[in-house]
């Protein structure tokens, strides 16, 4: 569970016209299409057994009859990454917002946030078990401890990019600290939250399913997965995967998204 | 406020002081890496004067500003700016600093950048249409009107630099500090917003204080300019310019003007040789 560092150029991916989209899409499309028809045609081939590998078409028509239940279970993995996600993403970011401007504390703080990130964070699972108990609590906790850091880290190299000029300029108009914060800082870290939270949701979607592995509820992608995997219903499971697949892409697009809304002022979206 | 200056004599002698520098020393780092910047610096500003500070490079003209505006704090001596500490008059927001680069905020339009002090400091009894009107006056003054929607970087350098002058200028403090403020721009932009700055100097009563690489610029905007020696800065000379007002492009093309230009290069020419 390791994580790229930020860097000056966070956000960098250039937004293009819908003409020049279209090679973009295109190409990757064509190549998913073929990979399923060959995924296919190699099941019927080599009469693969059904329990191994089903066929993208069984899987797709199964996945359509339990729409319903899967998505009951996606809005409930959902809710633990959310929930996660907004505690671990608001203490890593309160964190970076109360420490960037005293040195020690910031490099303090950073050390463990990168050893947090280095290590396998999933790995603490049982042990948040034992601590909240077997329902959510503890998969909400997980994915806290696995988001916080790289929220902390990301913000505070946001933080501290505002330019040097505009600092003074705000200290000649003897602005506090909270203004400060709020007109200069905070602008400035946005381009780079949004780069962490492009990583941070996707690690949480990621942490909750596993964590849901561990025990708890069947009520959810991570415990359908585990559930019917027992009971080798191949099936089920790959369409409990696509849902978290479809999930966590729309979420990735969702910040996307708002980051580009956003930050349509920044050098890496306005375009011309 | 809009009464013009219609010669030099508008300085009287008996004016106040707006920024007094008393025997200013300032050292960057400590122990045996610390450089001085600057050594004994008397100099006084009055009340609507305009000062450039000219010198080679690392000379510390830029400190000589940044000591008045309470960014840095001096080692030696010191600085009055309206008869207060640096630290009182930068509280009281007795003056708008101006960078080398426009510093705008990107994230702002053109009228959201000029309104960012007003916002900060709150003026007491300025309603919202009190501080749109003081907007628009100063959109007009710096010639942007019809931009106010734009972000700035939708904006050429010129006109970002124009952005930062009327976002100083909103608050109406008394004095301008200016770290080469044109010096990133063309020569045809900088000649033309040196003109519109005196224009502005002379609408306003402000005091400028005005840091400069160029020669011809320091001439056609000051009152005086101070020439400082290379590291560490001292003063090498003080020369009036005597040229009439307003400076406008005739000025800039009269003899006496080449003549204090030579002066100033000769003094400069004295000061990168060691003094005196």
Redesign the interface.
Known sequence: MTTAEPTLEAGADQPRPWSRHAGVVIPPFLVFVAAIGLWELIVEVFEIQRFLLPRPSEIASMFVDDFGRLIRQGRNTLGVAGRGLLLGGGIGIALAAITFRTRWMAEGIGVYAAVLKAVPVISLAPLTVVWFGIEAGSKIATVSIATAPILFTYTLVGLRSADANAQELMRSYAAGHFRTFWSLHLPYALPFLFSGMKIAVTIAMIVAIISEYFGGSFENLGGYIRNEANNVHTVEVWTAIVMACLLGISQYMIVAGVDRYVLRWHPSKRGN | MTTPNTSSETVSADAQTAIAFQGIRKEFGNGANSTLAIESVDLDIKEREFVSLIGPSGCGKSTLLRLA???IEPSGGSVLVNGKTPRQA??D?D???I?Q?P?L???RTVRKNIA??L???KIGGMTRADRDEEIERLLEMVGLDGFESH?P?QLSGGMQQRVSLARALVFRPSILLMDEPFGALDEITRDRMNLELHRIWEETNTTILFVTHSIPEAVLLSGRVVVMTARPGRVQEIIPIDLPYPRTTEVEESTHYYELVTQVRESLGQAMAGGP
Do not use: V
């Open positions: 505006a309470d960014l930068r509280l927001r003056y708008g600093f960078f680069s510093t905020f990107d994230w960012l002090p916002e900060i400091m972000h970087y």
